[in-house]
């Protein structure tokens, strides 16, 4: 077992290389010495089962894990009954796009606060969170691991400790960490070796070691104001942060096997590729070592 790397979605260079087609993702992740790719529905579950199934076909050719992002207009927080019952229709809609795919992974953003408390928001998410697990049971869809993400803007519902809550729920909730949304929802946290051990720490003490190993993630630089997340940047940038480099001294050190999903602004296989990069030459110096 290893980590996983791959982009969100196509960079610009999918189609500067002539590709078109979802179905032209598996050549591309593989042309680029990827072996990850997650799939945007963020503006809705668009993608028809049967190109589903032949995108999946490919991937599982090319050894490609597929995950599938969620609608953004999910909102498992809302003070409105109606829509956290379609909220939970969503999440079905994306659960049975990914499962013709052939992957078993989605990631969602849970919602905001709005005008009601923290405590509120979570209590709301998580009466949500148990009708959808319920509905993928009920849909022969219990395989399927919702992964709740961390997000980025002081508003939203998406701390660490809150994401972490909604995992507790079940043990097939699998934790979304987007290093680059703690980073900025905190101001720029994520300094020190020891800020990013702590996020480790804490979804091992509360979730423990089997689903640590396993975390979905999503890494990017991203810019940030007084009220969290701005805009996604590229690893070109020497400004906002944060690091790769200490999750990758983790990720060996706890010996997880994550799936690293980049978020780059345009660039985000290629800057998926210098994260594989850096981890396999970490791996490769340790191993040496010992």
Request: aromatic fraction near 8%; charge should be negative.
């Amino acid at each position: 077992m290893s980590a996983k790397f791959g982009p969100a979605g196509n960079s610009e260079s999918f189609t500067a290389m002539g590709y078109k087609s979802s179905l032209d993702v598996p050549e591309y992740i593989e042309k680029m010495g990827l072996d990850a790719f997650e799939y945007q529905c963020g503006r809705g579950v668009n993608i028809g089962a049967e190109k589903a199934e032949k995108l999946g076909a490919l991937a599982k050719e090319k050894n490609i894990a597929l995950s599938l992002h969620a609608p953004y207009y999910i909102s498992m927080s809302s003070v409105e009954e109606e829509k956290r019952i379609k909220s939970v229709d969503y999440i079905l809609q994306s659960a049975n796009a990914v499962n013709s795919m052939g992957g078993n992974r989605i990631v969602v953003h849970t919602g905001s606060c709005g005008k009601i408390s923290r405590e509120q928001a979570l209590s709301l998410a998580i009466d949500t969170m148990k009708m959808a697990l319920s509905a993928l049971d009920s849909q022969g869809l219990g395989h399927i691991h919702i992964c709740p993400e961390t997000m980025g803007k002081v508003n939203q519902l998406g701390t660490l400790s809150e994401v972490l809550t909604l995992c507790e729920l079940d043990e097939r909730l699998i934790p979304c960490i987007d290093f680059g949304h703690l980073n900025a929802r905190d101001q720029g946290s994520l300094k020190r070796f020891e800020d990013f051990e702590s996020i480790f720490s804490q979804i091992e003490n509360r979730l423990g070691t089997d689903r640590l190993k396993i975390f979905h993630s999503h890494f990017s630089k991203i810019e940030y104001s007084a009220g969290g997340e701005v805009r996604h940047l590229t690893f070109a940038d020497n400004v906002f942060g944060p690091s790769f480099e200490p999750v990758a001294e983790l990720i060996y050190k706890k010996n997880c096997s994550p799936t690293i999903i980049c978020e780059s602004a345009g660039t985000q296989a290629e800057d998926a590729k210098q994260m594989k990069d850096y981890y396999w030459r970490l791996q490769n110096e340790k191993n040496t070592d010992n």
